[in-house]
């Protein structure tokens, strides 16, 4: 995650706004964004919304499976009302390298929807083909959006936020904000999360700078002082709502222990004490790494225990 940040950094002192202006955001290269079927999602539609004067955000929406046959030749107004078809839905806030259509997103989607959710996700202000400038406040407000638009349109259906990596810290942004203003998700999976940006900066294996003196002042100071935070483990001490975490043992972009650090803050928090906190670690045997987790044959078990078994009559 942070390591995509960079890697592609060759002046020093760091100006803190380069970690999201200049992030390699826009590989790869060759995918058509408008065209997710190229990318073998025959049953999802691309949309582009507006959050915000001067900023558009790309869209693709993936039906339940069990719909492929159904979705063929739709438009866009099909795919909208079809978020009211009794199927719960996943918001995916994806992190910081590449696109909507990278490849270890796109097999999580067909997993999910193959399990019978729908899936939206998005590439936040400033990646793949969204426009805008990049920022903390940015990419929670699009998330914010996106979230309001699902449920304009979904009825009572359930809906999920799952958090890849960075985008944890935009789940935990959005969902402490839904709690403060009373709408809260039905739950949030955290999937390969980190504790605050910082020490995910003082953790990961690119920072051997850390044991140079000086480095808090000169490299992680400037990155906080500018507002760039992303501070799970101050946000899930808001959040009030059922919380999974994900995370593979043998991930070396976010640290296994801050993920296991973040759980330890939430579970004793007041405010998850009416709900369900569970930590899922996969053996680093398994090769998961860092975000192939979809791989998984006991995910949809563990999706389906956590979050409730999902009624047959739904998959029709």
């Known amino acids: ?60 929406h993936t039906i339940p499976a069990a719909w492929w046959k159904n979705a063929q030749g739709k438009d866009q107004m099909w795919y909208e009302d079809a978020l009211a078809s009794s199927h719960p839905i996943i918001l995916y806030l994806h992190g910081n390298a590449g696109t909507r259509g990278g490849d270890h997103r796109v097999e999580l989607y067909k997993v999910l929807s193959t399990l019978g959710y729908h899936v939206v996700t998005f590439d936040y202000r400033g990646w793949g083909d969204s426009v805008g400038t990049p920022s903390e406040r940015g990419m929670t407000y699009d998330a914010l959006h996106v979230f309001d638009w699902i449920k304009a349109r979904s009825g009572d259906n359930p809906v999920y936020i799952w958090g890849h990596s960075l985008g944890t810290g935009v789940a935990t942004n959005l969902v402490r904000r839904l709690c403060e203003r009373e709408t809260p998700p039905d739950a949030l999976i955290l999937e390969s999360p980190f504790t605050n940006i910082r020490e995910e900066a003082k953790s990961h294996p690119f920072s051997v700078y850390r044991y140079f003196p000086g480095f808090d002042w000169f490299f992680l100071d400037p990155i906080t002082s500018s507002g760039i935070k992303f501070a799970n483990d101050e946000n899930v001490k808001h959040i009030s709502c059922p919380l999974l975490i994900l995370h593979a043992e043998d991930d070396p972009v976010v640290p296994f222990q801050l993920g296991r650090k973040l759980y330890n803050i939430a579970a004793p928090s007041r405010s998850f004490r009416d709900f369900k906190v569970q930590f899922v670690p996969f053996h680093s045997d398994l090769g998961y790494r860092h975000k192939y987790i979809y791989k998984s044959p006991e995910l949809p078990r563990i999706l389906r225990e956590f979050l409730g078994k999902l009624e047959p009559e739904r998959q029709h």
């Open 1 to 60: 995650m942070l390591g995509a940040m960079i890697g592609h950094c060759t002046a020093w002192p760091l100006d803190p706004a380069w970690l999201l202006r200049h992030t390699p955001v826009r590989v790869p290269y060759f995918i058509d964004l408008k065209k997710p079927q190229e990318q073998g999602l025959n049953h999802t539609c691309n949309y582009y919304l507006q959050p915000e004067e001067d900023v558009t955000i790309g869209v693709w």
